[in-house]
């Protein structure tokens, strides 16, 4: 085998075509979670009533949290909790989710599963697991390799000498502006 720009371009491109489009798709789906979250979907809710104390600013969330997991035979399966206000969200192994506001004890209990393959491609742009992290960072070393070596493919009237290096300059621009302008 011949070591040429397209050659080089095509191979590396060709092994990592099932991860530009993973990456691509749930890429798009991530900018977009406000809206639409995919990762998951519930499968089953349960509207839940808490006992909360008479003042809720003076909840130890931990001993609270513990106590009705306890009652939920939820305790061996409780990972985390957070508490923003008046809304403490509890998270439970399994996919397991508690929304309770905790003026009114009232909160949603939601069992939840993830979407088949949208869902783990999202894991897999989201994964902080070494292995993925290191394989992730010889991705984008490819991804360079396959920039580079697209650019300088063509030759003549649309090489990037001639051509191409202003379209780059304008790809280039325009993520720079919106750093400028909107961060």
């Known amino acids: ?4 720009n397209r050659n080089i371009h095509r191979d590396i491109a060709y092994f990592y075509i099932g991860l530009i489009i993973a990456f691509s798709f ?12 995919p990762m998951d979907y519930s499968y089953e809710t349960k509207e839940v009533e808490i006992a909360v104390p008479d003042n809720p600013k003076n909840i130890d969330s931990e001993l609270f949290v513990t106590n009705f997991s306890k009652e939920w035979n939820l305790d061996e399966a409780y990972d985390d909790h957070r508490l923003r206000g008046d809304e403490l969200r509890v998270f439970y192994d399994d996919n397991v ?3 309770l506001d905790i003026k009114t004890g009232k909160g949603l209990l939601e069992y939840k599963r993830k979407v088949p393959l949208l869902g783990h491609s999202m894991y897999l742009h989201k994964s902080t697991n070494s292995f993925w992290i290191w394989y992730s960072d010889i991705f984008g070393v490819a991804m360079l390799v396959i ?4 650019m300088l493919i ?4 649309n090489s990037f000498k001639k ?3 202003k379209l780059a300059l304008a790809g280039l621009l325009f993520p720079l502006l919106f750093l400028i302008l909107f961060s």
């Open 163 to 165: 051509r191409g290096w």
């Open 1 to 4: 085998m011949k070591f040429t």
């Open 97 to 99: 989710i508690l929304d």
């Open 26 to 37: 749930s890429g798009i789906v991530l900018n977009h979670r406000q809206d639409w979250y």
């Open 147 to 150: 920039a580079i070596t697209g």
């Open 154 to 157: 063509t030759k003549g009237k």
